[in-house]
Nanobody, 123 residues
Framework: QVQFVESGGGLAQPGGSLRLSCAAF?????????VGWIRQAPGAEREGVGC????????YYEDWVKGRFIVSRDNDGNMVHLQLNRLKPEDTAVYYC???????????????WGQGTQVTVSS
């Protein structure tokens, strides 16, 4: 079992920035595991954003992120952050902290994610 405590989010103007944080707890946080983010916009399917390996700190991103968002982690625990930069109105979505399994070909979303935090980008 894994539990997540998410924070951050809110309202930002286009071109602005926000920072999301996630504390992950659980007995399955071992091995080649990553913690990261997925999002779901109104009327859209869920999509991945990026994650970071708790094993070696390697980061993985979906192609559409294109350097705008940065996933990082605190070295002394399982706190993971998502820095959202150059925000666009289409980034408006609920962002969920999630657990990933890291394989040779990259991360695969697990069945564990948090309650989500709303990000709204609007002028």
């Amino acid at each position: 079992q894994v539990q997540f405590v998410e924070s951050g989010g809110g309202l930002a103007q286009p071109g602005g920035s926000l920072r999301l944080s996630c504390a992950a707890f659980g007995s399955t946080l071992a091995g080649e595991i990553g913690v990261g983010w997925i999002r779901q916009a109104p009327g859209a399917e869920r999509e991945g954003v990026g994650c970071i390996s708790l094993y070696d700190g390697r980061t993985y991103y979906e192609d559409w992120v294109k350097g705008r968002f940065i996933v990082s982690r605190d070295n002394d625990g399982n706190m993971v952050h998502l820095q959202l930069n150059r925000l666009k109105p289409e980034d408006t979505a609920v962002y969920y902290c999630a657990l990933f399994h890291i394989y040779t070909n990259g991360p695969i979303l697990s069945d564990y994610w948090g309650q989500g935090t709303q990000v709204t980008v609007s002028s």
